[in-house]
């Protein structure tokens, strides 16, 4: 299914209803695509995203990168235009080279998988007349018909008032129009379990998708659900521990022999000495959340893999890593 068929259930109008197609964007701007055109102004991706792209460093060139090298992440999307975890950071990310995408799945009180990083929706949520919320409203504790109520995009701007929160079979249908890998964190929940892990599995695999999708999580007994369920599925161990022995055995145990497994690690903790352990120990690592780029040359030096960033483009890492 194309972006362009399901376009309306990506965003909502100020009445919280289904928003309709209007006149097409004229603009000529390098980012407008077939999406962007059909969506009317005013709507998820109107003139701020299309213009302040183009004051942003344009990173098309990324996808020059060997990425037998390294891999630039996009944290929760391209969040520096638009606001994180929507279907517009994602196609931001997208539409300024990026290659691949990180972002966070949360669960309704209906089982509903959504693209959503905080335990709340507080911080990311405007209720429809732009008012916050004063209670802590858990997204587990609403159903995903409750939670189509807010807007999830006039925190970052107005202009992207009647952004809706993505659904991860929405952001599948994204990634396959745009071509992206993801980076799919498990969040730390109380009741995650073997059925919602396979419900995932069953979503990428519908989606075609299984050889995009990275699952990665804080939680060694999240990922050995998935490896469990899904044998070949890539797993990045997340951390922001000191790296030791107990580190690699959780990586070990990650193994089934169909699959690659690496460590993805808070970027201070990497030094020289644990470099040496998981390299002896026949693990790569990537980095997270890399957004100075003078942490690129020991990044680099070390063989990191993957730096997932806020904003790191190829001009900055073109010295080290070399296409």
């Known amino acids: 299914m194309s972006i362009n068929s399901i376009k309306n259930k990506y965003f909502y109008n100020n009445q919280g209803e289904a928003a309709k197609s209007s006149a097409p964007i004229v603009s000529s701007s390098p980012y407008t695509n077939s ?8 709507s998820i991706f109107d003139e701020f995203v299309l213009n302040n792209a183009q004051n942003l460093k344009n990173v098309q060139n990324i996808n020059n990168l060997d990425e037998e090298k390294v891999k630039i992440i996009a944290h929760r999307g391209y969040s520096e235009i638009a606001p994180e975890n929507t279907i517009p950071a994602f196609i931001a990310a997208a539409e300024n080279g990026y290659n691949t995408v990180e972002c966070d799945i949360e669960w309704t009180k209906d089982d509903v998988p959504v693209i959503l990083h905080d335990e709340t929706i507080n911080r990311t949520a405007r209720r429809q007349n732009g008012w916050r919320m004063f209670w802590p409203r858990k997204c587990s504790n609403m159903t995903y018909e409750k939670l189509l109520e807010y807007d999830f995009g006039s ?3 107005n202009d992207f008032k009647g952004t809706k929160i993505p659904k991860f079979d929405e952001l599948l249908n994204c ?7 993801l980076y799919v964190e498990l969040k730390e929940i109380a009741n ?3 059925k919602k892990a396979q419900k995932l599995v069953d979503e990428v695999k519908k989606a075609g998708l299984e050889d995009k999708v990275t699952w990665i999580s804080f939680n060694e007994d999240y990922l050995k659900m ?4 899904s044998p070949n599925s890539r797993l990045g161990y997340l951390s922001k521990k000191d790296i030791n022995k107990d580190t690699i055995d959780t990586l ?4 089934t022999g169909a699959n690659e497994v ?9 030094s ?9 120990a026949g693990f790569n690592f990537e980095a997270w959340t890399v957004d100075d780029a003078e942490e690129i040359k020991d990044l680099a030096e070390f063989d990191c893999k993957g730096i997932t960033t806020n904003k790191i483009t190829e001009d900055d890492i073109a010295d080290y890593y070399s296409p």
């Open 155 to 157: 925190w970052f701007s």
């Open 175 to 181: 990634a396959n129009e745009y071509n992206l890998n």
């Open 262 to 270: 690496f460590l993805d690690v808070k970027s201070a903790k990497i």
């Open 272 to 280: 020289e000495s644990s470099c040496k352990m998981l390299e002896e």
């Open 192 to 194: 995650f379990d073997d």
């Open 252 to 255: 070990k145990s990650l193994q």
């Open 35 to 42: 999406f962007v055109s059909c969506v009317p102004l005013n």
């Open 226 to 229: 998935m490896a469990d369920i």
